[in-house]
Antibody, heavy 119, light 113 residues
Framework: QITLKESGPTLVKPTQTLTLTCTFS??????????VGWIRQPPGKALEWLAI???????SYSPSLKSRLTITKDTSKNHVVLTMTNMDPEDTATYYCVHRLNTNYFDYWGQGTLVTVSS | DIVMTQSPDSLAVSLGERATINCKSS????????????LAWYQQKPGQPPKLLIYWASTRESGVPDRFSGSGSGTDFNLIISNLQAEDVAVYYC?????????FGQGTKVEIK
């Protein structure tokens, strides 16, 4: 059974760096074709894909946010970490961790974590 | 980036009737080498994460009721919910998985009339 769970701060101040951790189980991020990514959703708005890391350590980022994002993995701990620098109130959103296999549709999602950016 | 546009933004359908949601991509998501359309549909109920319903434009995810069906090819796709049930009230999103970044539509809210 595949599960993913997001953790991190619920409140960050503008200009701070956000660090989110996705802890997963039921699969290995060293298996060919597997990827773990991040998607966010501002309150009442649509889904926005942010980043993904693959089994072979390849990474992809949203072009509009690429300069602010870093995604890393710790395969032994079943963790994926997303950092986003220079947080702004417009980054207030629920951040989801997602699983993919072989192609980028997302078959498993974490419950999400709401991050509020406010001074 | 491939831009995804859904219509309508919202619709109200009577119980037991059919709901049809359209999704258009700014370029084709049909991969000629395998003849597959790289288009997925998700359902999101309030307070929950999205749930994958359909991928490859028409393949239902395991456990998804057969009243949900997907159709279309190239740049024009539909999600059809036949025999609408109360539990189908949700926002529905399309997403292309043809290229990076994997873009989502803006969502369509389905309500009961």
């Amino acid at each position: 059974q595949i599960t993913l769970k997001e953790s991190g701060p619920t409140l960050v101040k503008p200009t701070q760096t956000l660090t989110l951790t996705c802890t997963f189980s039921g699969f290995s991020l060293s298996t060919t074709g597997v990827g773990v990514g991040w998607i966010r959703q501002p309150p009442g708005k649509a889904l926005e894909w942010l980043a993904i890391i693959y089994w072979n350590d390849d990474k992809s980022y949203s072009p509009s946010l690429k300069s602010r994002l870093t995604i890393t993995k710790d395969t032994s701990k079943n963790h994926v970490v997303l950092t986003m620098t220079n947080m702004d109130p417009e980054d207030t959103a629920t951040y989801y961790c997602v699983h993919r296999l072989n192609t980028n549709y997302f078959d498993y999602w974490g419950q999400g974590t709401l991050v509020t950016v406010s001074s | 980036d491939i831009v995804m546009t859904q219509s309508p933004d919202s619709l109200a359908v009577s119980l037991g009737e059919r709901a049809t949601i359209n999704c258009k991509s700014s370029q084709s998501v049909l991969y000629s080498s395998n003849n597959k359309n790289y288009l997925a549909w998700y359902q999101q109920k309030p307070g929950q994460p999205p749930k994958l319903l359909i991928y490859w434009a028409s393949t239902r995810e395991s456990g998804v009721p057969d009243r949900f069906s997907g159709s279309g090819s190239g740049t024009d796709f539909n999600l059809i919910i036949s025999n609408l049930q109360a539990e189908d009230v949700a926002v529905y999103y399309c997403q292309q998985h043809y290229s990076t970044p994997p873009m989502f539509g803006q969502g369509t809210k389905v309500e009961i009339k």
